[in-house]
């Protein structure tokens, strides 16, 4: 009873915990960039600041608003928080996991990302269809790329389950596998793509026409709004986390053991800060591309998980 | 250095050697080409050393000195001399598209694999498995040497060969003997110098570096 008692209590503190850091992490990533760019920036709390404005103010909508349009903001929260649910955080042995394996955290993104992407063209302006289109093309190679990044490292531990991928790389015997290092890449591309970061699309950007994911959004206003970029920033740190569980899970706690607990919220903590900064400078370093070369950059990120299988394969590591 | 450890750095080492291979076939610039080819150069001496250390092989060192004064130094000066004096800093024209090229050089990764396996189990060296790397390796700079139309990146490309050809010595046998080795680097260095020679040549005739021109040298 006890074992499965702290569980539930595990599982209820890191899903308030991922939810309530989410925004942190946006906006040290956002204060990071502005130090590297010689401006003083808005403070790390900025994002919490935009939610609480948002909130406050009466939303707006189209008149020939569908009701999915109204209800794609908490669909969309929803998968996020349920999708960080399941990356184990701060512990391994999480009861929501075995709910949904790697490929179920992949269709997790993918349900939100059609939804987003209908509510997008439910107005009818044409901007929302351009970006929906662009979100859609980004996607549609972005999501086999990140299943062989999964592949890789469940050829590794041999399954699919997160807690498990996690448990044979942490706390084993400490092993150099260069098929990682080549998943590590594709990986942090595809994060890049998929939350919308500079090189593939610019979060910042007031220019339509170079907008992918801004541009599905462009209708929502207020408590929607809120929710779609609590959500977007809950997507950042749940890939980041993945990125942590595949490929520096070390100081994540083992299953009830609480004692634990607070070197994994170190751990967390100075990897969040470590993922944070280099993010920034990853983004500040590389310049926007063209719409065309997406497909070439996301192209080559495929390319990348497919050969660190095949080295896996030749080399057994 | 214990063995299990140096075996599984020689293993990132060769997939870190892979990766650049990789790289170089997508760069469009010529100045990144001979900075991917210098860097080509670092990870190749790191893991010569690597197997020197953990095998206690003499003549490895000395092959890992020859590649750094080599391959990182020289031969990346002597490129970087010629494009400046040559002004031809312009981004390298491909024949086939990039994403077309890699998706060859990944079904090239998938033959040279199978094609080391065989050999692979015969051999009893720590470095065996990264056979199938070097052979890859190989035929990566050959079909950068075929896609590329300009003449520099064709001779870093092949350069680049010599690297794969000097990483699958000392992973299937622990290197040449020295004379060979030295031989090879003599004949690199002298080959580049001629090579050098060439483009000159070539582009006070053509007046561009574009080998395509040269089709026009056959009697009608």
């Known amino acids: 009873m006890s074992a499965q008692l702290s569980g539930i209590l595990f599982q209820l503190f890191q899903s308030l915990l991922v939810v309530a850091i989410a925004p942190l992490l946006l906006g040290w990533v956002n204060q990071c960039r502005a130090w590297l760019q010689n401006r003083s920036g808005a403070g790390v709390l900025q994002p919490y600041r935009t939610l609480r404005k948002l909130f406050h103010k009466d939303a707006v909508i189209a008149h020939n608003a569908s009701p999915l349009f109204r209800v794609t903001p908490y669909i969309l929260f929803s998968c996020m928080w349920l999708a960080a649910g399941v990356v184990p955080v701060l512990a391994t042995d999480l009861p929501f996991s075995p709910a949904a394996d790697v490929i179920a955290l992949v269709g997790i993104f993918a349900l939100a990302r059609v939804f987003i992407a209908l509510a997008a063209m439910d107005i009818g302006t044409s901007f929302g269809t351009l970006g929906a289109r662009r979100e859609m093309l980004v996607a549609f190679l972005a999501e086999p790329a990140l299943l062989m990044v999964f592949f890789t490292a469940s050829l590794i531990s041999h399954s699919t389950q997160l807690p498990t991928i996690v448990e044979a790389l942490a706390h084993t015997q400490f092993t150099l596998y260069p098929s990682m290092a080549f998943a590590a890449i594709a990986f942090v591309m595809i994060l890049l793509a998929e939350n919308a970061r500079i090189p593939v699309d610019n979060p910042t950007t007031h220019l339509e026409l170079t907008m992918i994911h801004e541009a599905m959004i462009l209708e929502y206003s207020a408590r929607h709004l809120a929710l779609i970029e609590w959500a977007s920033s809950i997507k950042l740190l749940a890939y980041t986390t993945i990125g942590f569980a595949l490929f520096v899970p070390y100081g994540i706690a083992e299953a009830g053991n609480w004692a634990a607990l607070p070197l994994a919220l170190i751990a967390l903590g100075v990897k969040l800060v470590a993922a944070g900064a280099g993010l920034a400078l990853l983004e500040t370093i590389s310049a926007k591309m063209r719409i065309f070369r997406a497909p070439e950059f996301l192209g080559t990120a495929f390319l990348l998980a497919v050969l660190g299988m095949l080295i896996h394969f030749l080399l057994g590591a | ?220």
């Open chain 2, 1 to 220: 250095m214990s063995v299990s450890l140096s075996g599984q750095l020689i293993n990132l080492l060769a997939a870190l050697l892979l990766l650049i291979a990789f790289a170089m076939l997508s760069q469009r610039r010529v100045l990144s080409l001979i900075n991917l080819f210098a860097w080509q150069g670092v990870v190749l001496t790191i893991s010569t050393l690597v197997v020197a250390m953990s095998t206690q092989q003499q003549h490895l060192y000395y092959s890992a000195a020859l590649t750094l004064v080599l391959k990182v130094i020289i031969l990346p000066w002597i490129l970087h001399r010629l494009i400046r004096k040559l002004n031809v800093k312009w981004d390298v024209e491909t024949l086939i598209n990039i994403p077309t090229t890699m998706l060859v050089g990944i079904m090239l990764v998938i033959f040279a694999f199978n094609l080391a396996l065989p050999i692979t189990q015969l051999a009893g060296t720590i470095t065996r498995s990264t056979l199938g790397i070097a052979i890859a390796i190989v035929l990566l700079s050959f079909l950068m040497m075929l896609t590329r139309r300009k003449a520099i990146p064709q001779v870093i490309g092949f350069l680049a060969m010599e690297n794969g050809l000097f990483f699958a010595a000392t992973s299937a046998t622990y290197g040449m003997p020295l004379v060979v080795e030295l031989g090879i680097a003599l004949d690199v260095l002298v080959g580049m110098f001629i090579l050098g020679i060439f483009f000159f040549q070539i582009r006070e005739t053509f007046d561009s570096l574009d080998l395509r021109h040269m089709e026009k040298l056959k009697d009608e």
